[in-house]
């Protein structure tokens, strides 16, 4: 694909919210990306976690492919640094873009962007139109509300259990990001486990 050992689509914020916490957990990926001679494929802006993951990525070393639409190049501040920025005309190809090139995919904390496409990914796996692995970051407890919420909708007769199944949910970046590049049956990943 890339001459990268793995590719992770990593979904986050463009904003670093209140908790600076976050930020560092961003960094932690990007830098362990970076590490072990991954790429980060990701949405192509500069600003707020999307910037911090992508920075660090290539302050370790790491590749970066940034997917940004045009109508947000400006608003999102655009990361002329990436080692390839992509600019497109829809979301709906920024999306199939993200996911053609990625091996695996992460969510970090964010808002309503970060929410629709880690759900999006998720509804394709359970679809059966990808199988690569989906992780989900809770961050000091984030995404807490969420994922009660998500088993409310079992209990209620929405969901079933393996479709929660279908994705992996870790509290600390290193071991989840380790996780899902093992799951993807990439060779780097007994190297992500020595941080």
């Given at each position: 694909m890339t001459g990268c050992a793995f590719s992770v689509c990593v979904y986050c914020g463009s904003r670093t919210g209140a ?112 199988d690569k692995p989906v992780g989900l970051l809770n961050h000091h407890g984030y995404y807490d509300t969420l994922l009660a ?37 990439l060779s780097a990943a007994p190297r992500l486990d020595a941080l």
């Amino acid at each position: 694909m890339t001459g990268c050992a793995f590719s992770v689509c990593v979904y986050c914020g463009s904003r670093t919210g209140a908790d600076a916490r976050h930020t560092a957990a961003a960094q932690a990926v990007g830098r362990s990306i970076g590490r072990h001679g991954g790429q980060l494929v990701y949405g192509g802006g500069r600003n707020g976690l999307m910037g911090a993951v992508a920075d660090a990525t290539l302050a370790a070393g790491g590749r970066v492919l940034g997917i940004i639409p045009r109508a947000l190049v400006e608003k999102e501040w655009a990361h002329t640094a990436c080692s390839e920025l992509r600019i497109v005309e829809t979301m709906h190809e920024r999306k199939r873009l993200m996911a053609e090139h990625s091996d695996a995919f992460l969510a970090l904390p964010g808002g309503i962007g970060t929410f629709e496409e880690f759900f999006e990914v998720w509804t394709w796996r359970q679809l059966g139109y990808h199988d690569k692995p989906v992780g989900l970051l809770n961050h000091h407890g984030y995404y807490d509300t969420l994922l009660a919420f998500v088993q409310a909708s079992v209990a209620a007769g929405f969901m079933n259990d393996w479709q929660l199944d279908l994705i992996r949910v870790g509290e600390e970046p290193e071991p989840l990001l380790a996780a899902l590049v093992e799951s993807a049956g990439l060779s780097a990943a007994p190297r992500l486990d020595a941080l």
